[in-house]
């Protein structure tokens, strides 16, 4: 009898779940909406773990010009 | 007897800017240029594991602080990448400005939106648009990001 495995549409895809969180963050700035930035200069969401435990900057209201 | 440069002449703003980047960004060093301008080096790597590092350098215009120009009067350039061979290789760039050496440098905020009252925008502030612009350029090399990016302001 032959074996088959189910695997849900990209589960197996680290590279999707990148870059969903890239998508998310993208929107997040087109929206004006807060971000913040770590002290290595990563970008994050201001509910991101990172953020939430390290001394992160929130990413100054204002336009890129 | 004040000193020439701003920093001589404010030592209370030096000292509260040397506190917010040791606070946020401690792998910043800071350099003086042959001219006397005062800057900061380092690194940011705006999308983690998924982006690139850019070694960053901020510069204090000598009149700092002051919004006479955009991104007042902090000035973000790409040591590496090198924004001038960027802009070669891509075509062009959105979101930059050129000094009067004809190098580029980021275009990371519009006069109105700095501050140079009683409130000065920071080298650290700096680097916070600079992260933004950052993540903005490298999605839009990458094709995440359509052309929108020229207008649009983040």
Redesign the interface.
Known sequence: MEKKIFVPFGRMRSDDA??AK??E??ER??R?ED?S?T?????VAPDDPIAENG??????????? | MAGFYWYERNPELFNSEKLAMK?????FVLDKLDDGRICWVG????????GGT?TLMVVYDHNHPHNNT??GSLRVYSVQPDLNELYKAAGSLP?VLRDSNGDLYM?????E??DSGARTTSA??A???A??????VE?WLAG??GDEVFE???
């Not at chain 1, 002290?39 to 970008?43: A, H, L, M």
């Not at chain 2, 690194?43 to 998924?50: A, C, E, F, S």
């Open positions: 990148a870059a890239r998508r963050l993208a700035l087109k004006g971000v930035v002290s290595s200069g990563q970008v001394k992160t900057l929130k990413a100054p209201e204002g336009k890129l010009a | 606070t946020y960004f401690p792998n690194t940011l790597n705006p999308r983690g594991k998924d850019w955009y991104g979101h275009c990371t905020a519009r006069k939106d700095i650290a502030k680097l916070g648009w992260a933004k612009w950052i993540f903005a999605g995440e990001i649009h302001t983040y």
